[in-house]
């Protein structure tokens, strides 16, 4: 069996849909066989994962499957092991910076 990670991707519709577009993008670990049985099961996940509740403002929110849009094996499980990257331009290199120090600090509060 081999790991991969799978990145699942559904819209976020609330009320009538009348909002700029959301989407979630969900990053999934998938132990498979192959490539092909990983793409399946990820499908699987994503279309049982779809959902729907009632909001504070009585609007239903819904979270509908989209796709599998990537799907990447692991080389190995071990401590520091590469999941995903992602390449991030940004027009304000320093307030990219700041949120990232910010999202960190926001963690480190936790502990």
Avoid: C
Avoid at 1 to 6: C, G, I, K, R
Avoid at 68 to 78: C, D, I, K, P, Q
Avoid at 91 to 103: C, E, G, R, S
């Amino acid at each position: 069996m081999n790991w991969y990670v799978a990145k699942l991707v559904f819209r976020v519709i609330s009320g009538n849909g009348d909002h700029n577009a959301q989407f979630d993008e969900q990053l999934r670990l998938i132990n498979a066989g192959t490539e092909i049985e990983a793409y399946e099961k990820a499908s699987n996940i994503g279309h049982a994962n779809q959902d729907s509740f009632v909001n504070v403002q009585k609007q239903t929110v819904k979270w509908q499957f989209i796709d599998v849009a990537e799907l990447n094996a692991l080389s190995g499980l071990t401590d520091g092991t590469e999941l995903y990257y992602n390449i991030h331009e940004a027009p304000d290199p320093d307030l990219y910076i700041a949120w990232a120090h910010h999202k960190s600090a926001l963690l480190g509060a936790k502990n």
